[in-house]
């Protein structure tokens, strides 16, 4: 940019030493053309020659002009000769098609990355550039403030020829302590508020959905709801923390239906936003009260009969112990598997929307059959049945277990289990019956029957209701 296009409080700045230099430039061409046109004009032909240069002038100029205006959009081309280093280009310019092309076929894996880094200015940057050198993307990055310090989480997508100790140790190498890395998939790849925000939906529309909203949203980790009073009675087994406890690796959350929601997490602390996002939920399932989802299945039994299928919580309490009065003292200890005494003590815990969900099928007069339940156990889910000695061998059992798989699919539980005897060919036959690849294993006198889950065989399979449908039988849906 030269002098005089420069500006300085808003005026253009002229220096005289170039305005001297352009008068001397003037004076100099006046003086050679004035010389020039005396030593042309006093020979032969002089006048003569001088018009022709007029002419030849003017023409020249016009010539000029006219190729200014018609090419005077075309952008000037400043090639030096010199050609760009591999891997750059100018700006504004695509790349290479055969650049393009390489990058897409490199091979890719995504990862979760937590690391703790000094809370000072240039500690991110100096993250950022040790991921840039190994070619590792930062798809998304997560803050956790601590008293000492920033937890960074991040969403990378790195080559899959980059192992995780590699990245690991840049990481340390530029200031990251207490690194923890882990594969990711597709369903990381969902923003954070979008994610939170879904979870306390399903957290609205369902109280079971809590433990499951939970693990989704701290990782995996074991949750565990322990009542405020024992089976036995007497006192709380541990102290109800009013507004939560954390303690690194574990957070106690008060439950909304009494007791104590413990959350353990062995592998990762917990930072304070996990905490305090997880006591948001918890405050919201507690401020929503008891609530469980509407609907039902109206299903016809081979014999003729209607039954309801329906979700049921401790609302159902004295049904389900009345049918407990019903069932035959075998029936009760092949589901329980302890005293049958002792039967109805488990029901308020298994109807309890907190540990899992139940359904119930009932009559058209609205007496509870059967009962199913999905269990969360931790890290696993456990599935159970008990109907009713007149109503078994209709395929109730069947129905309530292919649904009970149905909701672990969609609760994105890998397996569930059933704990029962080798006698009980009904249990027995109803999970052969899933279509679903089986473990099993005995455990201490009971048959553990393990079903790896997979939504094709569960979801493409029909329903009682449905094969009936097929069959000619009728069959509606409420």
Known sequence: MSDVTRTKHGRPVHHWRRDVVELAALFTAVAVADAVANVIGHGPGGPALLVISAIVLAATTGFHIWWARRHGHAPPRADTGARPADGTRPAGQPAAPQAADRGADRASVLWRMRTT?????????????????GRVDILSLQTHPLADGT???????????LPAAEITRAVARAGGASTWIERADAHDLVDAPTRILGLAARTALDPAELPLALRQLLGRCTIRSLPGVPVGGGGATEPVPVEGVLEDTVMRLRDPEGGVLTVERPYLPFTPAEFARACALVELDSRLGPRIPGGQDVLTLPEGNDITVRRVDTGALAAARAMHERCSSRTLGMRYHGPVGDADRYLNHLLSPRFGRTLAAQTTAGRIVGLGHLLWDGDETEVALLVEDAWQRRGIGT?????????????????????TQASNTGMIAAMRGLGLPLDYQIEEGTLVITARLDATPVASRPSYATRREQLGGPSRRG
């Open 399 to 419: 129905e309530l277990l292919s649904r009970l798989v149905s909701m672990a699919v969609e609760a994105g539980c890998e397996s569930v289990y059933a704990v």
């Open 117 to 133: 880094v000094k809370d000072e200015p240039g500690s991110l940057a100096a993250l950022c550039t040790a991921l840039a050198a």
């Open 151 to 161: 937890v960074d989480e991040f969403l990378l997508r790195a080559p899959d020829t």
